[in-house]
């Protein structure tokens, strides 16, 4: 079982901070887009932050009350209006860095563990709500941050200009995206004893690999919206469509009500517009073949469409920085991705003791493996 460390709790609160700073920056972006008269693009930055909140925080509830069923039944309602005002997830935190300390600061200490508790009580509370988090922040990663970084390349592309906000907002989102995709792949290993520690070099490479064709999809899609936003709203919708009529296929059973399962599948088809997950822990070579083979077909497509409809556009030094972007970030992402799959994922994730209730861990011990066995992988 991972140990939380030291310097996993520095990063838990510098996650805390990027997170507060990224509200911050939210809701001053959208304040400048209103104060110039641009209701529209403040209206869509405040619909995604609305949106990613309110999932975050049904979500969070629904693990609240599936961990507490049958006990703290006055905690429970406490911690529903918590949530009902948007600020659950502060809980969440509040809990990991009160575990975190114990568990980094005070690795003697099992004060808090009964005595049938196993020894590495505290290790595993938390690193379970460490877990949790990340999770959650996937969620709104790519229910807020990611649409987020396409508006504003979108805004930058159609207008051309050069506000200080408007960067602040794009290295916020490319900063979210980093460190929830980093920390969402730790979380796996973690919860997966019998896989490799996930060491630096793993993780960049990871980062980049996602990163890289995230940014290579965003602006492609960028490039269809400056030439219709009507084609660009089809094609995301057709898109999602896909992702959700796969996630169905799949039978995912991540949440114990059909309601929240549907939501659930809901999402997970969101995010598969931007990025491939591997919704059931199994191999699947074929499907993100497919997957990044289209998109490579659909961007080169994007760029030709403009060559024929658009051929003036094309002297644009602006068109031409996005198109080398665009296809030198889709090429290094494809790289970055098959050495990561050659060299550095925990494959065969579905061997009993790694998809099983429990697993065994270190000297014996028997280690849950909780509910992000039936997460999104990858």
Not at 58 to 87: A, M, P
Not at 88 to 97: D, K
Not at 147 to 173: D, T, W
Request: glycine share 6%.
């Amino acid at each position: 079982m991972m140990k939380f460390t030291k310097q996993n709790f520095i990063f838990l609160v510098g996650g805390i901070i990027i997170y507060v700073v990224d509200i911050g920056v939210d809701f001053w972006v959208a304040s400048k887009y209103f104060c110039q008269g641009q209701y529209s693009w403040s209206i869509l930055i405040l619909c995604f932050r609305g949106l990613s909140s309110l999932i975050t925080q049904i979500f969070s509830y629904e693990w609240f009350k599936n961990d507490w069923e049958g006990t703290n039944t006055g905690k429970l309602k406490w911690i529903f209006l918590v949530h009902l005002f948007q600020c659950g997830i502060f809980i969440r935190y509040w809990f990991a860095l009160k575990y975190g300390r114990q568990a980094a600061f005070k690795q003697n200490s099992i004060r808090d563990a009964s005595e049938t508790d196993p020894p590495n009580f505290i290790q595993k509370k938390a690193i379970d709500v460490v877990t949790d988090i990340n999770m959650l922040r996937v969620f709104k990663t790519f229910l807020e941050t990611t649409p987020q970084l396409f508006v504003q390349i979108y805004i930058l592309m159609e207008h051309g200009k050069n506000n200080i906000y408007e960067y602040a907002a794009i290295i916020m989102s490319f900063c979210g995206i980093s460190i929830s995709t980093v920390d969402y792949q730790i979380s796996l290993r973690s919860s997966l004893p019998d896989k490799a520690e996930f060491r630096v070099l793993p993780k960049l490479v990871y980062l980049f690999y996602k990163l890289l064709t995230i940014t290579s999809w965003i602006l492609s899609i960028s490039l269809v919206t400056l030439l219709s936003i009507r084609s660009s709203v089809i094609l995301l919708i057709f898109l999602w469509i896909c992702g959700f009529t796969w996630v169905l296929k799949q039978h995912t059973t991540f949440c114990k009500s059909k309601k929240m399962e549907y939501l659930y599948r809901t999402v997970v088809g969101i995010i598969l517009i931007f990025t491939f997950f591997n919704i059931k822990g199994r191999k699947t070579k074929v499907c993100i073949s497919i997957y990044y083979a289209t998109h490579t077909v659909v961007t080169l497509g994007i760029l030709f469409v403009y060559m024929f409809w658009k051929p003036s556009i094309i002297k644009d030094i602006h068109f031409t920085v996005v198109t080398i972007l665009t296809i030198l970030s889709l090429v290094l992402g494809i790289i970055f991705l098959i050495v990561y799959y050659r060299h550095f994922h925990p494959t065969a994730y579905c061997r009993p003791q790694a998809c099983s209730d429990e697993v065994d861990g270190e000297a014996g011990q028997r280690v849950e493996i909780g509910r992000f066995q039936n997460f999104i992988m990858q």
